[in-house]
C-alpha cells in the first residue's frame, strides 16, 4: 500500500453521485505489506441488492470495514448525500449465554440512535418477528430469529444502506427462506440498498441484482446471469462450482 495518506471521503459529504449512492474507486487494502484488495472500482445504484462472492481469504469482509471507515484504505469511497447505513457483522462480539433479552438489545440500540419505541417495533415488523420474540433470552431464540433480531437491530435509525455480512451462516432452511424474505421486502417496498455477502449462489442468483465476485487477482462485477456461470465460477474458485438455478423469483 502507498505511504501517503490515503484519500477518503466520509459518508454523507458527497454532494451527488447521480443514480448511485455509492462509488469506489481505486480501493486498495494491505495488512502488514499483504495487499488484500488490489485497484478495486465499482459503483452500487440506488436501491440496487449488491451480493459479495468469492473464496475465503479474498477480501470480503475487509471489503464491508473499508466502505464502513472500520479500516485505513488507499482509494476513494463516496457515499451519497445523507446516506445512513446499517451493518449486520458476520459475528456479533456478544456471548449468547448472557442473560440479556432481545427487548434489551433493542433498547440498547434506541438510546443511542435517539429512537422512539416505535421505530423498534416497525423494525421488527419489517423483518416479520412478533413483539413476543423481544421477551426471549438471545441464546433460546432461534438462528434464524436471533439474524433477523440483528436485522431489526441495524434498521433502527431508519438506513438507506444495509450491509449483511453472510447473515445466513449458521441458520437452518425455513430461517434463511424467512430472513431471505425479509431482506426481499426491504428492498422492493422500501428500497433500501443491501449489499450482501453469501457463499449460497442460489439466494445470490435469486435475490441480487448485482454480483461483485472478488478473486484474489481480480474482480468481476455484473448481472448473476452474467457471473455466476460454469466457467467463471471455476476460475475463480478452482474448482468446478454448481448450483440449481430459479428464475421463479423477481428481483
Known sequence: MPNEVPERQIPGQEATLGGSILEVNHLTVAFDHTVVLADLSFTVARGASLA????NGAGKTVLFRALIGAIPFAGTIRWALGTRFGYV???LDIERDLPITG????RAKLTVARARKEDALRALERVGLPEEVLAKPIGTMSG???QRLLVAFALIGKPDV???DEPAAGVDAPGQEALNSALRRLRQADAITTLLISHDLSV????????LCLARQRAYLGTPQAVLTPERLSEVYGTPISFH?????GR
Open 162 to 164: 444495509l450491509l449483511l
Open 52 to 55: 459479495v462472492i468469492g473464496p
Open 144 to 146: 434464524g430469529q436471533f
Open 103 to 106: 427487548r434489551d438489545l433493542l
Open 245 to 249: 438455478l430459479h428464475d421463479d423469483h
Open 89 to 91: 457483522p458476520q459475528k
Open 204 to 211: 445470490v442468483y435469486q435475490y441480487a441484482s448485482t454480483v
